[in-house]
């Protein structure tokens, strides 16, 4: 096997890891208006990833990384021919991260409520975009003989990929409600559960529409594989929240979104960027590294992700257990009121003296 498939198989991992691991988080930050009814309900719901989600956006980082390296021409032209739609990616993934680390630091309601907004519109919008990228790669987009996107942003916009955005957005939905289950306890386990149960039959019918739709347009025989594993997990969704069987419902969530990846990545191969004119794919050969650069790539990763894979099972480990409201403690941040000044007390610094307007002098 040559190397620009073995890197192209190992972006699709990638990609994989990343949309199994943020896919939780973001159903997480999207369903925070639904199941936080409290504010210790929303705490506990950011408390369940809030020491994991940084790691897994990792994963975003090493796909994106490879991509550039092993298939510059790749990185270059879908970048620029998804310019728009990536930078409001990367500006909701920028506020969901500062939600995260500042929505404590303030001891004030309406802070509180602008972060968790924050948090809510930086999870909706990479769960939707990530589909409808996804899903224009499979259809194939409009490249020139240069392979530079000529289709203009609204092209992007067609039923196919709008229908691979609700895909996601409903998957991550279900994945997030799932996890929520399985990490939380008292309340949120309970309504997180019931409504993993509602999603679970209504993400089954969209996905199911959209994996169809992709493999008979637009894949190849061997990917009804995928189609028919994302359906069984599908169908083991449903069954499992139903049951409450929290483990095995992700577990078959989990192995939706393999199934998932695993389709479309199968549909462009040997293309990385198919173009509605052949002649102007671009393809894991004509779109590659040197033989050299993909050697030390593969050299390295070899040495260095085990590493990685090691660090993030451990810190899942440690944070295995369960999130309650009575284990949140009162809010310790600052806060914006003044402190009451006591009946009497002097209104100059000691030692100061007042100016003509009643305050300490110049």
């Known amino acids: 096997m040559e190397l620009s ?24 930050g999207m369903l925070l208006p639904v199941l936080g009814r409290r504010d210790k309900d929303r705490r506990v719901m950011i408390n369940t990833i809030g020491p994991v989600w940084d790691g897994n956006e990792v994963w975003l980082l090493t796909a994106g990384g490879a991509t550039f390296a092993a298939f510059p021409e790749w990185y270059a032209t879908m970048f620029s021919g ?45 769960a939707i975009l990530w589909g409808v990228a996804f899903a224009n790669l499979v259809r194939g987009v409009e490249l020139d003989a240069g392979h530079q996107y000529v289709g203009g942003f609204f092209a992007l916009l067609n039923p196919f990929a709008l229908l691979g955005g609700a895909m996601t957005a409903l998957v991550f939905l279900t994945h997030g409600a799932i996890f929520l ?9 309970d309504r997180a559960g019931a409504l993993a149960a509602r999603l679970a039959p209504v993400t089954l019918v969209v996905a199911a529409a959209w994996a169809l739709w992709a493999q008979i347009a637009y894949s ?31 577990i078959a969530s989990a192995v939706t979104i393999v199934a998932a990846v695993v389709l479309i990545f199968g549909s462009l191969y040997p293309d990385v960027m198919p173009a509605f004119d052949p002649a102007n794919s671009l393809t894991v050969t004509n779109a590659s590294s040197t033989p050299y650069t993909l050697t030390v790539m593969t050299w390295v990763a070899a040495a260095l992700v085990p590493f990685v894979l090691l660090y993030q099972g451990w810190t899942y480990w440690v944070f295995r257990k369960r999130v309650f409201a009575a284990q949140i403690p009162d809010h310790v941040g600052l806060t914006f009121a003044r402190p009451p000044v006591p009946v009497g007390a002097p209104t100059t610094p000691v030692g100061g003296s007042a100016g003509s307007d009643g305050g300490p002098a110049a």
Do not use: C, M, Q
């Open 181 to 189: 289950a399985l990490k939380s306890g008292g309340d949120v386990r």
């Open 220 to 250: 190849v025989t061997w990917t009804w594989a995928a189609v028919v594993v994302a359906a069984g997990s599908l169908v083991a969704t449903v069954l499992t929240t139903r049951a409450r069987r929290e483990g095995w419902a992700f």
């Open 82 to 126: 998804f310019y728009l739609a990536l930078l409001l990616i990367l500006l909701a993934l920028i506020v969901r991260v500062v939600s995260f680390e500042w929505r404590g630091k303030i001891n004030d309601d309406v802070w509180r409520r602008r972060s968790d907004w924050a948090l809510i519109i930086g999870s909706w919008v990479p």
């Open 5 to 28: 498939t073995v890197w192209f198989l190992l972006i699709a991992v990638l990609w994989t890891g990343y949309l199994v691991l943020e896919g939780f988080d973001f159903g997480v």
